[in-house]
């Protein structure tokens, strides 16, 4: 089994649902992103608007000022992949700029009338998530018939729309969107059958790190970092079904059990 790339989180904003406000300035945030690279990060994902169920929209302006400056900081310490999670084209310009080579977008170049085009432009690697509504009214009572396969289907139309505008196949990734317009049921159900989303031909991003799925199997679970070790099993779940990248708080410890998985899988050979 081919080990997954591991995305560290690190959030420069006041109201995410993990770890709002905790990096308040460039200083710890950089700090931060570089203490996640020595545990293993081969990815970094820098955001500066949360997209938590019932958050409030960010202007671009105030979103450029939060994270660029971290990723001229990290880029000037570091050499790796840096990731832009924004919706805003306008953010993705002023990233790309200041040396992010990824943009992770939850509305899967949907958000902005220019979207598209500006992915094209940049060049750069794109994730397009799937997000049933938007972070504001996403969880009032999602609903599918299928959620897999609708799901797929929604995610390699945003591909075929990508590639239509001119973004190349091999830089395009597909990401589920675990918690964003889904219940427990369906993001278990996704993780279940992750290989369906695989089986795309495009490289599949999983991110489920602290989220609410973990509560609903353990009640007792109501502070997101108490949530390791359901964080954890979904990876090595996620990994076992062929994801590419897993989008991570806990570097270290998902490192380790990666690390713990392939071992038992080579001796098993």
């Known amino acids: 089994m081919r080990r997954p790339q591991v995305m560290g989180i690190v959030n420069v904003t006041p109201d995410s649902f993990s770890d709002g406000g905790r990096l308040a300035s460039v200083e710890a945030a950089v700090a931060h992103g570089l203490r996640l690279v020595e545990q293993g990060a081969d990815i970094l994902d820098i955001g500066g608007e949360s997209t938590r169920p019932g958050a409030e929209p960010v202007d671009a302006v105030e979103e450029i000022a939060r994270v660029v400056p971290v990723i001229e900081g990290l880029r000037a310490r570091w050499p790796g992949p840096i990731s ?143 949530r390791l070790g359901g964080s954890l099993a979904l990876a090595l779940e996620a990994a076992r079904r062929g994801a590419a990248i897993l989008r991570v708080h806990d570097v270290r410890e998902t490192v380790q059990a990666l690390a713990v998985q392939a071992a038992v899988e080579h001796a098993d050979r």
């Not at 597909?174 to 290989?195: E, I, M, Q, S, Y």
């Open 84 to 226: 832009i999670d924004t919706m805003k084209p306008a953010v993705a310009r002023a990233a790309v700029a200041a040396g992010a080579t990824m943009w992770n977008d939850v509305a899967a170049l949907g958000h902005a009338a220019d979207s598209l085009a500006t992915a094209a432009e940049l060049g750069c690697d794109v994730v397009l998530m799937h997000m049933q509504g938007e972070p504001r009214t996403m969880q009032a009572d999602p609903r599918y018939d299928d959620v897999v396969a609708e799901v797929a289907g929604w995610l390699t139309a945003r591909a075929g729309a990508a590639m239509a505008a001119g973004v190349k196949r091999e830089r395009i990734w597909l990401d589920p969107g675990l918690g964003f317009g889904k219940t427990a049921a369906h993001n278990l159900a996704l993780t279940a059958r992750l290989d369906r989303l695989v089986a795309t031909g495009f490289p599949v991003l999983y991110g489920a790190s602290r989220k609410r799925v973990i509560q609903s199997i353990d009640p007792t679970a109501t502070d997101p970092v108490d």
